[in-house]
């Protein structure tokens, strides 16, 4: 690799010079630097340093089975002789994606059979947006074409993501967002349920506001509601159990579709292949993409319910829809090895009846008690700690973010990579971690928290 000829700082300069990041503050990276990854095995990634990272946030999101898996470079090298590109456009295919779209619908939940492929998170909700509105214009029903997401959700950084994303400093810098989407609440009882509210009440009460924007709208016009089934970049929001089927029962009351983004919680981040699965519920779209090639290669697979893939086909004519990429025979190849990996070493089942419960618990016996620490709650290998400056009241410290911010530096500083979000720390590790590994991270996360005191 050619890096090695160069310094740390040298590839600094240069990143500096000519390499815009995501989500960055340039003038703050130009004078701090970057962190040169340049290596990664197992739950671990090094720096250009040598300094080894157990990384708690599997990347961002994906990588599932950790680093390193020999099977998924020979995979991947394997189809790139053998055909490295073709399209699936024009009555064409390749079998790589063929053979996904057959596993994808055995895993997803029963009403769920059909794949679109694309690249990234975003793309694939842009699709689904489009996808929706398509459906009720076939149905006779293009006025009902609005969208109910909620505030602080995350749907990715394109112009469809975004105006879906109920991030207010997102929205500030779109210049406008697609018309028709609404925002409602979101299920995020830490900051929003009343003093003695119930879980199962602050639950029902999150679900209403969906019912109430439906009415508001008038449910002739609506077209579907969207939502993480946890939230994740807004900060690891796990709803009451009761939300998820009170959602659907309302959708279904109203005749409004269900889209699920599962672009995090997909592929046994929660213990179950789909979060769908684990709150119970068959929604009629499921955007899913990172852990399904663990990150090893780009690919989002847009699952589709039988209701609108009856109507997409049965009433004809094109869907003008698609891209370059769209079921990329490498990239396909990659997730059908990954997913064959998780299924081999029983990953999901392992989230759901082992290191998930673990995990769980001791964020809660080790880390909850500490006086930084307003909640810590986790499902499956995905959890949050939300940093208070008073135990008591839950007063946060100002200026918002501040705080979770050194605590982030002083973690990686002491080997673990975990993320800032607001006031929230978030984890969300590769789903080789084991009890072991939980507890080397909940070591290093209480050293951080004692440094920030
Ligand atoms: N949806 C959710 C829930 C996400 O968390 C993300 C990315 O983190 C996206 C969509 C966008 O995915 P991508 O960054 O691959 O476009």
């Given amino acids: 690799m050619t890096y090695q000829n160069y310094s740390l700082k040298q590839l600094q300069a240069i990143d500096a010079r000519h390499h815009l990041h995501p989500f960055t503050d340039h003038k703050e990276l130009r004078d701090a630097g970057s962190r040169m990854i340049v290596r990664a095995d197992g739950p671990y990634v090094y720096d250009s340093e040598g300094n080894q990272l157990l990384d708690g946030m599997a990347g961002l999101w994906c990588v599932a089975v950790g680093y390193g898996r020999k099977e998924l470079a020979e995979v991947a090298y394997d189809q790139m002789l053998e055909l490295p590109y073709y399209n699936s456009f024009f009555k064409c295919s390749t079998p790589t994606p063929v053979l996904l779209a057959q596993k994808l619908a055995e895993l997803a939940p029963k009403s769920v059979n059909q794949v679109f492929f694309g690249s990234s998170g975003s793309e694939s909700n842009d699709t689904a947006l489009r996808l929706v509105r398509h459906f009720w214009a076939l ?129 046994g981040r929660t213990g179950e292949w789909f979060a769908a699965q684990t709150y119970g519920i068959e929604p009629d779209t499921i955007t899913t993409a990172k852990a399904l090639t663990s990150g090893y290669l780009p690919l989002s697979a847009l699952l589709v319910g039988d209701r609108i893939a009856a109507t997409l086909v049965d009433k004809g004519g094109e869907f003008y829809h698609g891209y370059t990429y769209s079921g990329h025979p490498v990239a396909c190849a990659v997730g059908l090895k990954n997913l064959e990996i998780i299924e081999r070493e029983g990953l999901v089942g392992r989230v759901r009846d082992d290191t998930g419960p673990y995990f769980e618990q001791q964020l809660k016996e080790r880390i909850s008690g500490h006086p930084l620490v307003g909640e810590t709650r986790a499902i499956g290998l995905m959890g949050a700690i939300e940093i208070v400056r008073d135990k008591a009241t839950r007063e946060r410290f100002k200026p918002a973010g501040s705080a979770a911010v050194v605590i982030r530096d002083h973690a990686i500083a002491n080997g673990l990579m975990l993320r800032a979000t607001g006031d929230t720390m978030i984890l969300s590790p590769p789903l080789i971690w084991t009890r072991e590994t939980i507890d080397l991270a909940c070591d290093r996360i209480l050293k951080a928290l004692d440094l920030a005191l």
């Avoid at 400093?169 to 003093?195: D, R, T």
């Avoid at 939502?227 to 959708?251: F, N, S």
């Fill in 139 to 267: 149905e006779g029903k293009p006025e009902k074409n609005i969208v109910i997401s909620r505030r602080d959700a995350y749907h990715g950084s394109t112009v469809a993501g975004v105006s879906l994303g109920g991030m207010k400093h997102m929205h500030g810098q779109l210049g406008g967002a697609i018309p028709n989407i609404v925002h409602v609440m979101p299920p995020y009882a830490f900051e929003l349920a009343e003093p003695g509210e119930s879980d199962e009440a602050f639950g029902l009460r999150a679900a209403k506001a969906v019912e109430d924007a439906i009415i508001e709208a008038g449910p002739e016009n609506v077209a579907a509601f969207i939502g993480e089934p946890v939230m994740g970049a807004g900060g690891v929001k796990i709803p009451p159990k009761i939300y998820w089927t009170e959602i659907q029962r309302i959708c279904r009351k109203h005749d409004v579709l269900l889209m699920l983004d599962e672009v995090i919680t997909g592929y």
